[in-house]
Nanobody, 130 residues
Framework: VQLQASGGGLVQPGGSLRLSCEASGRRFSMSTLGWFRQAPGKEREFVAG?????????????YYSDSAKGRFTISRDNAKNTVNLQMNSLKPEDTAVYYC???????????????????WGQGTQVTVSS
């Protein structure tokens, strides 16, 4: 199983980036997917998660950290086996390496705990600076 994250880069404050993570080797349509980030000198932290469970008419259940809420949007494309993270209104404190991850446990609510995720991508660097 491999998770390949892409889309990172250098962006000015207030700008946007779209991260993508493509999974290969296994289908993850029944798994919860998440994005985490790790800034230099800090622990890896939860950013957003999207459940395999969905509400009719509303799509998959999504969860966000307080810092991501209102600015970031997580989405998934089960046909392509991908998870995306649209990041708007970026701030310098969003600078970090961003990782995608897969939780195989079938829990409905996305976990913010690193230990609950079974597979991890290699990370993509996001730098927000003027």
């Amino acid at each position: 199983v491999q998770l390949q994250a892409s889309g990172g880069g250098l962006v000015q404050p207030g700008g946007s980036l779209r991260l993508s993570c493509e999974a290969s080797g296994r289908r993850f349509s029944m798994s919860t997917l998440g994005w985490f980030r790790q800034a230099p000198g800090k622990e890896r932290e939860f950013v957003a998660g999207i459940s395999w469970a969905a509400i009719s008419g509303s799509g998959s259940l999504t969860y966000y950290s307080d810092s991501a809420k209102g600015r970031f949007t997580i989405s998934r494309d089960n046909a392509k086996n991908t998870v995306n993270l649209q990041m708007n209104s970026l701030k310098p404190e969003d600078t970090a390496v961003y990782y995608c991850a897969v939780d195989l446990s079938r829990r409905v609510k996305s976990s913010a705990n690193i230990g609950d995720y079974d597979y991890w991508g290699q990370g993509t660097q996001v730098t927000v600076s003027s």
